[in-house]
């Protein structure tokens, strides 16, 4: 009776064994569901506030970059006709001719330099932007208890000629997630969140006197 005990006691002890290492070893081979997540970085650039806002000021600074432009170029189209009423080696014509060459020069410079300074500032902005992005995908990974997060690719091939269709499915990392493992609508509301508690309030307009 007292060995068929210990004999019964020695298979249970057996059986535990065999079940921690088990669920150890799937631990190890399985992550847990959690573990990983999934982010369409194309989305959140598109749809965080900031970058339309952003897109709205570069449009603004290029419309009036444009008519800053179109002013200078009607000014020096304006001493081009009148340089045609002198006669040529006249003080009066090297003097318009000379005036005319300046400022196309400068607004040629303009021009140039303005082109440069928005495409260093977009990028700049961008990168900025970017970080901050990956910031906000790391603070919802940690709420989330997630380890790893990827980038969710397009679904759809946006392209209708063949090479480049097969391109597009080369490069493709990922083939399958489960949609339940996607963060991407967290990560933008959280952006979006912050962007807008960071921007100062609007003034508040004044009464109207005798009003309430």
Known sequence: MKTSRI???AIIALLGIAAFLTNAFAQQAFPARGQIAFCDLVSVFNNYQRAKDLTT????????????SEKRKKAVDTLSMELENYKKGSPQYDQTFNEVTRQSIEL???LRYQEQLAL???RSLTEEMYKEIIAAVA???AQQGVSVV??????QLNT???KAMLQQIYNRKVLYFNGDLDITEIVLTSLNQSYKASKPAAPVAPAT????
């Not at 006197?209 to 309430?212: A, E, H, I, S, Y």
């Open 209 to 212: 006197p005798g009003t309430r």
């Open 57 to 68: 000021e570069l449009n603004d600074r290029r419309n009036a970059i444009k008519a800053e």
């Open 7 to 9: 004999y019964l006691l």
């Open 150 to 155: 990827m980038q969710r690719e397009q679904e």
């Open 160 to 162: 209708e000629d063949t």
């Open 139 to 141: 603070k919802v990974a």
């Open 108 to 110: 040629d410079a303009y």
């Open 120 to 122: 260093r500032d977009h």
